[in-house]
């Protein structure tokens, strides 16, 4: 018997196996286990405009696990410490865009709890470590400041870094922020074999993702752009977190904070589990019977 928890771990490469007493403690006790059948699901809820909506039952909710309703076992919410691993590009494609870039990290960071912590990696040729995990945001955006962009882009291999470094990760509630145009031109690493990795790695993913200048662009070149732009979408969708798009003269800060605020106010529903063969993909979908009401949660988890 055992627990799964999806978007809160830090020890398990596919998907943590992980157990708690109380809802609350599945967000504070990685290292918990004990005999329970049960998968924990932190979801958002938003609206329309990408802001977090508060005050939902549970008998707003359904679960469904391979097309199948679950029965909701637990359910609650709670603002908890986040280990947050943050991705900037500053390759040769960001470089008109650094600067709103950096302004939208110093916007999330300035939605931090003081027992959050956060590390830096920034995009080029090669991944490039900033920062390891951190208290003193003042300090990361100072690294970033004293940074150069250019250089060819290595967006998967630093994704994948941030991922695994977000393994060793001090607080259960574990994410990661991207901020790029979702270019990639330098990567060991496929795009398919990070949305796999990401699937399995139990972080929920955020994106911002810079929106193209149309001005002197070929054809070709948009669509690469826009192609770019749907991958980080795919990476937040899978693992139940936000994408965000907004163009190079956008202010960066609304939707830096609703991200900030996402990423902590969170409901957390359990239920428990089909039986079958380990190893099995199983698909999640959590649905709300509120209108013009977005849901995002994770697609699915691998059967242990």
């Known amino acids: 018997m055992l627990l ?5 771990s ?6 943590d196996i992980r157990a708690s007493r109380t809802t609350a403690e599945a967000f504070r006790s990685p290292d918990l286990r004990v005999d329970v059948d ?3 699901l932190p979801v958002i809820v938003t609206d329309r405009s990408g802001v977090v909506v508060h005050g939902l039952k549970q008998a707003s909710f359904t679960v469904l696990e391979d097309k199948v309703p679950k029965p909701i076992v637990s359910f609650g919410s709670e603002d908890v410490p986040c280990s947050v691993g943050v991705v900037v590009d500053l390759s040769g494609s960001m470089q008109s865009k650094a600067g709103i870039a950096a302004g939208a990290m110093r916007a999330f960071l300035d939605t931090a709890n003081p027992e959050d912590e956060a590390f830096l990696l920034t995009v080029s040729t090669r991944p490039e470590t900033l920062s390891g995990f951190t208290q003193d945001f003042g300090n990361l955006e100072s690294q970033l400041s004293n940074s150069h962009s250019g250089g060819a882009t290595a967006l998967v291999d630093t994704i994948h870094l941030a991922l695994e470094r977000l393994h060793g990760a001090h607080n259960a509630h574990r994410a990661l922020l991207i901020v790029s145009d979702g270019m990639d031109n330098h990567s060991r690493y496929s795009e398919t074999e990070l949305l796999h990795y990401a699937e399995e790695a ?3 993913i955020y994106t911002i993702g810079m929106a193209p200048s149309v001005a002197n662009k070929k054809a070709i070149e948009l669509t690469e752009e826009r192609n770019g732009l749907t991958f980080l979408d795919h990476l937040a969708e899978r693992s139940g977190g936000l ?3 907004i163009a190079s003269y956008e202010n960066p800060v609304p939707i830096a904070s609703k991200i900030g605020r996402a990423m902590r106010d969170q409901y957390l529903i359990g239920y428990r589990p089909s039986l079958g063969e380990p190893g099995k993909w199983r698909s999640v979908k959590v649905t709300v019977d509120v209108p013009q009401l977005r849901v995002s949660s994770r697609t699915g988890y691998l059967s242990h």
């Open 38 to 40: 049960l998968v924990l």
């Open 10 to 15: 830090a020890q398990v490469p596919q998907l």
């Open 202 to 204: 139990d972080v929920q």
């Open 4 to 8: 799964l928890t999806c978007g809160l």
């Open 243 to 245: 994408s965000f798009t």
